[in-house]
T-cell receptor, first 113, second 115 residues
Framework: GENVEQHPSTLSVQEGDSAVIKCTYS??????FPWYKQELGKGPQLIID?????GEKKDQRIAVTLNKTAKHFSLHITETQPEDSAVYFCAASGGTSYGKLTFGQGTILTVHP | KAGVTQTPRYLIKTRGQQVTLSCSPISGHRSVSWYQQTPGQGLQFLFEYFSETQRNKGNFPGRFSGRQFSNSRSEMNVSTLELGDSALYLC??????????????FGNGTRLTVT
């Protein structure tokens, strides 16, 4: 089955800096890659997603890149703010996977004011 | 539009008991998925329902079961609870266009503690 590796497990940055989180996946059939943000006491919130026919996608301060050849995708957050502090998860799924996402282990991002 | 609603938010049960968790999806969403989240195993897929039919199932024992009603609301049941079942149980819904992966929208979960 699919396996998703996520790095780093913790990331500490100063406000205004950029943050990058990287994930690799194992199944070449995977074609959908969402990113979720989870705050304490809440469920994961979808922040951005990318499909395999696209190499990069941006939404304001957030961007995601995908390298299908290397089976690698990354989340980039620019101009970080303290409210960006949370746990971030990458995930992957393939075809019509009927609700099944394979998640990475998560990255705890801390943005210091 | 209201988000995914899960009830109850917290549950404390004893080993050997059974428990039922409830999920109301976003209005118009017909697909409901369930996930278990633990510190050690992370987020793991349990099963997915669409139009009252289970379409996909993760690698969990038969003690974990679910169902979906005609209004798309879903319940999951865990029988003969074990200490290791203590976790945050998350429900997610999607619009499921049927042609490609639709984004999953998660609720805030039910925190189950087994003592």
């Amino acid at each position: 089955g699919e396996n998703v590796e996520q790095h780093p497990s913790t990331l500490s940055v100063q406000e205004g800096d950029s943050a990058v989180i990287k994930c690799t996946y194992s199944d070449s059939a995977s074609n959908y890659f969402p990113w979720y943000k989870q705050e304490l006491g809440k469920g994961p919130q979808l922040i951005i997603d990318i499909r395999s026919n696209v190499g990069e996608k941006k939404d304001q301060r957030i961007a995601v890149t995908l390298n299908k050849t290397a089976k690698h995708f990354s989340l980039h957050i620019t101009e970080t703010q303290p409210e960006d502090s949370a746990v971030y998860f990458c995930a992957a799924s393939g075809g019509t996977s009927y609700g099944k996402l394979t998640f990475g282990q998560g990255t705890i991002l801390t943005v210091h004011p | 539009k209201a988000g995914v609603t899960q009830t109850p938010r917290y549950l404390i049960k004893t080993r050997g008991q059974q428990v039922t968790l409830s999920c109301s999806p976003i209005s118009g969403h017909r697909s409901v998925s369930w996930y278990q989240q633990t510190p050690g195993q992370g987020l793991q897929f349990l099963f997915e329902y669409f139009s009252e039919t289970q379409r996909n199932k993760g690698n969990f024992p038969g003690r974990f079961s679910g169902r979906q009603f005609s209004n798309s609301r879903s319940e999951m049941n865990v029988s003969t609870l074990e200490l290791g079942d203590s976790a945050l149980y998350l429900c997610a819904s999607s619009s499921d266009t049927g042609t490609r992966n639709s984004p999953l929208h998660f609720g805030n979960g039910t925190r189950l503690t087994v003592t």
